[in-house]
């Protein structure tokens, strides 16, 4: 499939990052359209763990060439330090690596107005990353952002910069937050802007190029599916589009070039920060997940919350991306677990949800449950999707039958290697 489209469709670290690299063998680009560096997408090679938030996943091989998309949001000394980490690792990003120059800027002061929001907001925090996510594309929508290709001309870059700051240190005082002081905050900008102007340029053409030639491509999603901003659990989601739509518009690509849309899910579910979640497991059990699973923020280090399988949530992402492939990952942590569970359906007062409800009622439902034997068998070792053991099996025929979308792989561990393909 030439282009897919690959996103995640819970709340986010779904294991998309092990996916894309799994995938790139053969793949001849991967592309990062949303998000910043609040994506933290591990990859594990020879048990060396690599956690990387913005250089596209896939860029561990040498011929994938990787594409920053203009719907990113760049913190840019955190992709200097990135690149520079990569290359010290013998990854060279060297010529492989662009960066739109429509992709905006993620600065100082966003970072300070995303924790001084997070502040004011007392008891009904969001629990953002603090990665200046949300100021970042407010600034964008309200046509005040710096975009990385700002940096290709130092003076344009120095006046926007001089312009924002004398703005958001008001806003910053008006919060009762130290304003920002100048030369601190400009001059390492400066530098990793020189540092980055050999990658940045008008990232369209060379991808409509790949496309036309039929290369392999995937657009990689970032966050999940139920963190979009207006198809997730608002407000208790991302500040950009990790939906579909998401993806084509931070590339420019039209809808038509897609071949494929694959759906990335944990065998059980997980959320870091706050917002509803119905299928959460408070007791012994989200600890053993959380343990068994290394279910902490690859960005923040903050512990996740776990719990069952959420099939309804699945199945709304599934509908609203399109989605025709499943990949099923980490489902060998719910190995010797004894029974599985998976939520089926949401109750409200006594009725069954029909549509999938806005946060205040996601809070109130009753989960309805299916539960399932289990398997206690080792995945660890498997080469075969056939060898699969029946228990996973009659789960990923559920989620099948469920979703209406087809799993077409098992990852069985954490290793490149831990992914079972399904054969037709
Ligand atoms: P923000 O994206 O930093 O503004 O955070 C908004 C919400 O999205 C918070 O609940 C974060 O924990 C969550 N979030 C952001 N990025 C990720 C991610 O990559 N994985 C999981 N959750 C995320």
């Given at each position: 499939m030439p282009v897919m489209a690959l996103l995640g469709l819970q709340w986010g670290d779904e294991g998309k990052g092990k996916v894309i690299d799994a995938l790139s063998a053969s793949v001849d680009a991967v592309v990062r359209c949303q998000g910043g560096a609040n994506a933290g997408h591990t990859v594990i090679v020879g048990g060396v763990k690599r956690v990387l938030h913005l250089v596209p996943s896939g860029m561990l091989y040498a011929h994938v060439?990787?594409?920053?998309?203009?719907?990113?949001?760049?913190?840019?000394?955190?992709?200097v330090e990135e690149i520079t980490a990569l290359g010290a690792a013998g990854h060279d990003m060297t010529g492989r690596l662009i960066v739109s120059d429509r992709a905006h800027l993620v600065m100082p002061w966003h970072k300070e107005l995303d924790r001084a929001a997070e502040d004011a907001r007392g008891d009904q925090k969001i629990g953002t990353t603090g990665r200046g996510i949300g100021p970042a594309y407010a600034d964008r929508a309200s046509r005040l952002g710096i975009q990385a290709g700002d940096f290709l001309h130092e003076e344009r870059f120095i006046r926007l910069f001089d312009t924002q700051l004398a703005a958001k240190n008001r806003l910053l005082a008006a919060y009762g937050r130290p304003?920002?002081?100048?030369?601190?905050?400009?001059?390492?900008?400066?530098?990793?802007g020189r540092r980055l102007k050999q990658y940045i340029r008008d990232s369209f053409v060379p991808l409509r190029d790949l496309?036309?030639?039929r290369k392999e491509v995937i657009l990689e999603g970032a966050q999940g599916s139920m963190l979009d901003i207006d198809h997730g659990t608002?407000?208790?989601?991302?500040?950009?589009?990790?939906?579909?739509?998401?993806?084509?518009?931070g590339c420019g690509l039209p809808a038509r070039a897609l071949d494929s849309v694959t759906g990335v899910v944990k065998a059980y579910c997980t959320r870091v920060g706050a917002g509803p979640f119905p299928t959460e497991e408070l007791g012994p059990l989200g600890d053993t997940i959380r343990i068994k699973g290394g279910e902490f923020g690859a960005t923040t280090g903050r512990p996740r919350r776990c719990g069952w399988f959420d099939a309804v949530a699945v199945k709304h992402a599934v509908e609203t991306n399109g989605v025709d492939t499943l990949v099923v990952t980490k489902a060998d942590i719910l190995s010797e677990l004894g029974e599985v569970k998976a939520c089926t359906e949401y109750r409200l007062g006594g009725q069954a949800v029909a549509s999938y409800p806005r946060s205040d009622d996601l809070a109130l439902v009753e989960p309805g449950w299916r539960t399932f034997d289990g398997w206690s068998e080792d995945l660890s070792g498997l080469r075969r999707y056939d060898d699969l053991p029946q228990g996973l099996r009659r789960f990923t025929s559920f989620i099948e039958?469920?979703?209406?979308?087809?799993?077409?792989?098992?990852?069985?561990?954490?290793?490149?290697?831990?992914i079972l393909r399904r054969t037709p």
């Open positions: 060439t990787g594409i920053i998309g203009n719907g990113v949001v760049i913190d840019a000394n955190k992709l304003t920002l002081e100048r030369t601190a905050a400009i001059e390492p900008l400066l530098e990793a496309v036309a030639a608002y407000p208790y989601v991302t500040s950009s589009h990790t939906h579909i739509g998401g993806l084509l518009a039958s469920y979703t209406g979308a087809t799993v077409g792989w098992v990852s069985t561990g954490a290793e490149r290697s831990q």
